[in-house]
């Protein structure tokens, strides 16, 4: 079932950048040499509990259903990414494969889930991809995940425990859901970013809970005052 679209971008220098992703479902990555540890940690470690979670259910609560629904997907970039430029470029083609993937609509829409899997790409190139690409993907209702190995980002939960840690450089991406607002105003992130998140997540999440959605106006209007408290950032 492996497949892909079509992605012709060229640097200056002529030398060509990925052209597609392969995706492949479950069962197909668990016969791929590549992809079968990630899909293993996926099914052994982020469809699970863990006692350092430090709440009920699974370490991502989305996975066992969209793994139960045969909507996980794992996708390697062809040829493989070398470097920011290629990751960015794979990226785009993520994004577009997610949005073509069905269902485009009705509730199951939020179990779609593909796992971009960068053997061999360093952590630095992870992360400046990911915050370059942040803010496009979730302006489209989606979320960008970023994973590898030893990520410091500390669990929502339980600051001692690590969910973005992953033996395995990954992008991921997935439908936004109104449990994502504190995802998006992590004081990590600049406030003018914040309130383009959140202003996302309002015109995004409108069937989000009269409590959510106020919480969500609140921290927008906390976003752009400090804003307006920082001349540089305007």
């Given amino acids: 079932m492996s497949h892909?679209?079509?992605f012709d971008d060229s640097s200056n220098s002529g030398r060509a950048r990925p052209s597609r992703l392969r995706l492949y479902d479950q069962l197909e990555a668990a016969a791929h040499d590549l992809l079968l540890?990630?899909?293993?940690?996926?099914?052994?470690?982020?469809?699970?509990?863990?006692?350092?979670?430090?709440?009920?259910?699974a370490?991502?609560?989305?996975?066992?259903?969209?793994?139960?629904l045969g909507l996980l997907r794992f996708a390697l970039a062809d040829p493989p990414v070398s470097d920011e430029p290629d990751l960015l470029t794979a990226a785009t083609a993520l994004k577009t494969h997610w949005q073509a993937m069905e269902p485009h609509s009705g509730p199951h829409t939020i179990d779609?889930?593909?796992?971009?899997v960068l053997p061999g790409v360093d952590a630095?190139?992870?992360?400046?991809?990911?915050?370059?690409?942040?803010?496009?993907?979730?302006?489209n209702g989606m979320m960008l995940g970023e994973f590898f190995p030893d990520h410091p980002g500390p669990g929502l939960h339980n600051p001692a425990f690590r969910p973005l840690h992953s033996d395995t450089p990954l992008l991921v991406?997935?439908?936004?859901?109104?449990?994502?607002l504190p995802f998006l105003t992590e004081k990590r992130y600049p406030p003018e970013r914040r309130a383009g998140?959140?202003?996302?997540?309002?015109?995004?999440?409108?069937?989000?809970?009269a409590t959510t959605r106020e919480r969500a106006r609140e921290e927008?209007?906390?976003?752009?005052?400090?804003?307006?408290?920082?001349?540089?950032?305007?």
């Avoid at 990630?38 to 259910?57: E, F, K, M, N, Q």
């Fill in 197 to 209: 998140f959140v202003a996302a997540f309002l015109e995004h999440q409108g069937s989000a809970s």
């Fill in 173 to 180: 991406v997935r439908s936004m859901v109104a449990n994502d």
């Fill in 124 to 139: 630095t190139t992870v992360v400046r991809a990911h915050d370059r690409l942040k803010p496009e993907f979730v302006a």
């Fill in 37 to 57: 540890p990630v899909a293993d940690w996926v099914s052994t470690h982020v469809a699970r509990p863990h006692p350092d979670l430090g709440r009920r259910g």
């Fill in 59 to 68: 370490v991502c609560p989305f996975v066992p259903l969209s793994q139960r």
């Fill in 112 to 116: 779609k889930t593909i796992v971009l």
């Fill in 4 to 6: 892909g679209y079509a």
């Fill in 220 to 234: 927008l209007e906390l976003a752009r005052g400090e804003v307006g408290r920082c001349p540089f950032l305007q």
